[in-house]
């Protein structure tokens, strides 16, 4: 017989349990954190999900609301295999890198004829891909320092890799005096990206967040860094008296 349970009990579940890793990262957090957030005893949680490993798992994979939630006879979730939650956060950053407007110009695959054209086109698709994984991002972000397999593949295969990117993107441009000269793309790139996550993930964790509407951040964003990178047109002088 199918249990009934309220509709919107798995949505919360799912909130509770999101709120409370990264309030408290994995290795910290109890079957009890989740209950007393979500006020209910702890049992009911395993109405839901076997154990504390399939309730990371959930939270990664349903906090962003991409996935359909799971039919009541389907509950409760069990435990995953070893290596699915890395295997499922692996090909999570693999579909969305796939089609990244940075990984396609740098290809030839996308061709935008002017500097600020290219580089408003790769900061927002940026802004917009982080924004829209803000909640799987922070779990991660938060919980991969107990979690050794995920740092790998986060820091690694994830925030690395993309560094790296921009590193590549910036030296070609200035090489093609479309950028300024820029003595350490290191560092310029690693503001970029730091700049961009703040405003489209981290803000919205702050217990203090300043309200911007994302449209507004993205384009307040976008334009500063545009006026670091960009190559100033010099401005002729007429001599005093002329």
Same mark, same amino acid.
């Given at each position: 017989?199918?249990? *009934? ?6 949505? #919360? ?6 709120? $409370?890793?990264? =309030? ?9 954190? +989740?209950?007393? $957030?979500?006020? +209910? ?7 839901? &999900? ?12 349903? =906090?962003?609301?991409?996935? $359909? ?15 699915? /939650? ?20 740098? !290809? ?12 408003? /086109? ?9 924004? *829209? !994984? ?18 790998? &593949? ?19 441009? +200035? ?8 003595? !350490? ?9 730091? /700049?961009? $996550? ?11 967040? #300043? ?23 010099? &401005? ?5 008296? =002329?």
């Amino acid at each position: 017989m199918i249990r *009934r349970i309220p509709a919107t009990r798995f949505a #919360q579940l799912v909130e509770a349990a999101t709120q $409370t890793f990264i =309030a408290r990262g994995y290795r910290e957090t109890q079957m009890a954190d +989740v209950a007393h $957030t979500l006020g +209910v005893a702890k049992g009911t949680i395993y109405g839901y &999900v076997e154990s504390k490993a399939a309730l990371f798992d959930v939270a990664l994979r349903f =906090a962003d609301g991409h996935l $359909t939630h799971p039919e009541p006879g389907d509950l409760p979730l069990p435990t995953p295999d070893e290596g699915a /939650t890395v295997a499922y956060v692996r090909g999570r950053i693999a579909a969305e890198v796939t089609d990244m407007a940075l990984i396609r110009v740098m !290809n030839g695959g996308l061709v935008v004829s002017d500097a600020r054209g290219e580089l408003s /086109t790769i900061l927002s698709d940026l802004y917009r891909r982080i924004a *829209r !994984n803000r909640l799987a991002m922070k779990l991660v972000d938060r919980c991969a320092g107990d979690y050794p397999e995920l740092a790998r &593949v986060w820091f690694g295969e994830a925030r690395w890799a993309q560094h790296q990117l921009l590193v590549d993107w910036i030296k070609t441009r +200035v090489a093609q005096k479309r950028f300024r000269r820029i003595d !350490n793309p290191e560092v310029v790139a690693r503001t970029m990206v730091e /700049t961009i $996550t703040f405003w489209a993930m981290h803000r919205h964790f702050d217990p203090s967040p #300043q309200s911007v509407d994302d449209a507004v951040a993205e384009s307040a964003v976008v334009d500063f860094i545009a006026h670091g990178l960009l190559a100033t047109p010099s &401005v002729s002088r007429k001599p005093k008296g =002329a």
